[in-house]
T-cell receptor
Framework: DTGVSQDPRHKITKRGQNVTFRCDPI?????LYWYRQTLGQGPEFLTY????????KSRLLSDRFSAERPKGSFSTLEIQRTEQGDSAMYLC???????????FGPGTRLTVT | KNQVEQSPQSLIILEGKNCTLQ??????????LRWYKQDTGRGPVSLTI?????NTKSNGRYTATLDADTKQSSLHITASQLSDSASYIC??????????????FGTGTLLAVQP
């Protein structure tokens, strides 16, 4: 499968714990995006990378959130000291700078208890 | 404020029937508008992308229209199938595609196709 993959697909954690999600984009895509989607809502932009550079971060991305794309390939999104409000689907998408299209992964559903 | 509004919020139709979903946006400047299909628990999948110069685009049984003057778009589904049951999300890119390419999402229309 050459699409965008995300791991894990589901994560249940206790409030206060740290969690890390991984996204593997389509190999030739230089842009990678993270979104958060809560139930019944559309996805909300969190941050994006062009190659290894993080070019933009949403105000939704509090100090507890950090994202990396160290070699310009896969990316990780870490949430520290999770809160119940962090429960959501975290979507990753990739694309090329030259084109409009973004291809989404299946998402990681986070439940904070 | 850049917003994308969709209607109806939810829709139930019988298999084989047609339906039309609506999208109004206030995003400016406008770059392109997309319709995505999102199955429950999955990531969105692109159906169509239209720039301001395009007013209609088809993808199989899906036909999207765009009126950049009134800032309205519609997605028409013909001869619906059970597998069309999903959330349909209208998404607008408010910046040049070569810049941030940040997308503004609507909340979606939840379509249920019943046998």
């Amino acid at each position: 499968d050459t699409g965008v993959s995300q791991d894990p697909r589901h994560k249940i954690t206790k409030r206060g714990q740290n969690v890390t999600f991984r996204c593997d984009p389509i190999s030739e895509h230089n842009r990678l995006y993270w979104y958060r989607q809560t139930l019944g809502q559309g996805p909300e932009f969190l941050t994006y990378f062009q190659n290894e550079a993080q070019l933009e971060k949403s105000r939704l991305l509090s100090d507890r959130f950090s994202a990396e794309r160290p070699k310009g390939s896969f990316s990780t999104l870490e949430i520290q000291r999770t809160e119940q409000g962090d429960s959501a689907m975290y979507l990753c998408a990739s694309g090329r700078r030259e084109f409009y299209e973004q291809y989404f992964g299946p998402g990681t559903r986070l439940t904070v208890t | 404020k850049n917003q994308v509004e969709q209607s109806p919020q939810s829709l139930i139709i019988l298999e084989g029937k047609n339906c039309t979903l609506q999208c109004n946006y206030t995003v400016s400047p406008f770059s392109n508008l997309r319709w995505y299909k999102q199955d429950t628990g999955r990531g969105p999948v692109s159906l169509t992308i239209m720039t301001f110069s395009e007013n209609t685009k088809s993808n199989g049984r899906y036909t999207a229209t765009l009126d950049a003057d009134t800032k309205q778009s519609s997605l028409h589904i013909t001869a619906s199938q059970l597998s069309d049951s999903a959330s349909y999300i209208c998404v607008v890119s408010g910046q040049d595609g070569g810049a941030t390419n940040k997308l503004i999402f609507g909340t979606g229309t939840l379509l249920a196709v019943q046998p």
